[in-house]
C-alpha cells in the first residue's frame, strides 16, 4: 500500500460496513458509507460511497443553489432522472448535477449499482 501524507484509503465498498443511505423518498435498499463530511479547508459538503441494490431507486429531489453534485459509476446501470429526462447511465461515466439542479436514479438491473458521490460547495450566484 502507498504510504504518503497526500494518500488516505477512505473506505472500499463493504456491504458489511455499510449504513442504510439517505434516499431521498427512493425505494428499496440503499447503502451508504460517509467517507468525508467537510473536510477543514476542502469546498466538499461530502464524499459518499453508495450501493443501489436492484430495483431501488434514489428519489427525484433538487438541490440547493449552493452546490453541485457529481456521480461517479463504479459499477452497474442505471438509469438517472436529470430534471424531467431519462438516460441511462453505467460503469465509467460521470454525471454532474449542477447548482439547484433536480436528479434521481432507478437501478433497473439485477446487479448492485455503487457510485461514488460527491457534493460540492459552489459560490451562491447573485441574485437578480
Known amino acids: 500500500m502507498l504510504e504518503s501524507d497526500f494518500f ?3 473506505h472500499s ?3 458489511d460496513r455499510m449504513l442504510p443511505g ?3 423518498d427512493g425505494s428499496g435498499e440503499l447503502l451508504a458509507w460517509r467517507a ?8 466538499i459538503n461530502h464524499l459518499d460511497l453508495v450501493v443501489v441494490r436492484p430495483g431501488a431507486t434514489i428519489g427525484h429531489h433538487r438541490h ?7 456521480y461517479i459509476m463504479v459499477d452497474g446501470e442505471a438509469e438517472m432522472r436529470i430534471e424531467d429526462r ?3 447511465v453505467r460503469q465509467g461515466d460521470v454525471i454532474r ?3 439547484g439542479g433536480a436528479h434521481g436514479l432507478r437501478n433497473t438491473s439485477d446487479q448492485d ?3 461514488v458521490v460527491i457534493e460540492v460547495r459552489t459560490p451562491t450566484p447573485p441574485q437578480t
Open 8 to 10: 488516505e484509503l477512505l
Open 13 to 15: 465498498f463493504d456491504p
Open 22 to 24: 439517505e434516499n431521498h
Open 36 to 43: 468525508r463530511s467537510r473536510p477543514p479547508g476542502s469546498y
Open 64 to 70: 440547493a443553489a449552493d452546490n453541485e453534485e457529481f
Open 86 to 88: 431519462g438516460v441511462m
Open 97 to 99: 448535477n449542477p447548482p
Open 113 to 115: 449499482v455503487k457510485i
